[in-house]
């Protein structure tokens, strides 16, 4: 079948929905969602803890009650909601997929928002020896199977990994009356929210064993136990150090990755940082009218930071199919790492925008610091933050006045207090 819409959105998860919501209020009037699952919502449907929406809609809610606001907003507004549907292609004009109802299509689109989320990384991307015995799952998985199908995984449990998801199942499976052997970091920081790391372990009495890593996995038909090293400065497991847990499940924790094959595929250009599309300010990619936004761009920690970067892709998805873009700057200024950042998004300011938000992950954790933005001709801004983590995403809001004094390049930096 061949239609055209003003926006196409890919990926109904809570990106995609705020994209959506934003275009239609911007004035496009034909907004379309693609959504491989059989419900608009993501992985907001399986996480039945609180802590969604309270900067956003200033209310607590659990992640089905947040998607369903979005939901209900979007069918209000009228927008197309194409679910069972598989995206294979994206270009500058049209998606091309594969319908469970409708068979394969083209649909044209003056603009395009990707917003697939990201994935869990697996067991085969760790390399841990042994076997491969029942027992072994992502967090996510996990999850989906006590809060969507309601099947406890395993009675004894070892998380590997500390990011938000895993110390969420931890508390998940204890109340379930599963026993969370420990929860097992390689670094020498926790990885998730310090608010997970107080409500989900502190408050339970569930070990977090810094510096430590899975060595091995025992069992054959299923898992027995895991074998954890104690690992040195360059992650290598310290002889002697080797201590085994008995176990029958074993979650893993151990980092997100943006959802960026169809990106690839049409030939936006990514950013190895990330993992996800270099974007300006609007979330535009290289590639013009695909706009990304959300988890597909760079991991984040609360669906509050998601929902605002769906907003802006979306309106100026919409901009562009009305053909009413803001001024473009005479020249891209580019946005440079510094000192103990990581990563940067946006990578790029190409216009005359009143406000530009980056966000910045930083390398190790600090405190007492200042977050620098400096361009050639010298330093513009200087925030003063309590302590940085590299689990805890900053925000920094840059204003016209500030975003007028760039010029060519600007550098994002954390120094600490008393360095220049």
Known sequence: M????????????????AAAISARREGAHRVAIFERDSGLGGILQQCVHTGFGTRILNEDLTGPEYAERFVDEAERYGI?????TMILEVSSSEVVGISQREGPFQIGAR????AM???????????????????????????RYVNVLGCVPGNRVVVLGSG???????????????????VVEIMPYPGGLSRNVVQCL?????????????????????????????VDGRFAPVAGTERFIPCDTLLLSVGLIPENELSKKAGILIDLATGGPVVDETFETSVPGIYACGNVVHVHDLVDDVTEEGYIAGRYAALRAVGKLPRRRESEVFIERGRNVRYVVPQKIRWETDTASLALRV???????RLCLASQGGPLLQVPQARVRPGEMVRLVLSRPTLGGAQGQLTVSVEKEGMG
């Not at 197309?80 to 069972?84: C, I, P, S």
């Not at 990384?121 to 999850?143: C, D, N, S, W």
């Not at 938000?164 to 420990?182: N, Q, Y």
């Not at 430590?212 to 090293?229: A, D, K, N, Q, Y």
């Open 2 to 17: 061949k239609q055209s819409v003003d926006v196409a959105v890919v990926g109904g998860g809570p990106a995609g929905l």
């Open 80 to 84: 197309e909601a194409k679910l069972e």
């Open 111 to 114: 603009s395009i928002v990707l």
């Open 117 to 143: 989320g990201c994935r869990e990384r697996p067991i085969g991307a760790l390399r841990i020896p042994g076997t491969r015995p029942a027992g072994v799952f992502t967090a996510g998985t996990a999850q």
């Open 164 to 182: 938000d998801v895993g110390l969420i199942m931890a508390r998940r499976l204890t109340l379930e009356g599963a026993k969370v052997e420990a």
């Open 202 to 230: 502190l408050d339970y009495d569930i070990p977090l064993i810094l510096g430590h890593t899975v060595t091995r996995i025992h069992g054959r038909e299923r898992l027995e136990g895991v074998t954890i090293s104690q």
């Open 363 to 369: 390398n190790s954790p600090e405190q007492r610091v």
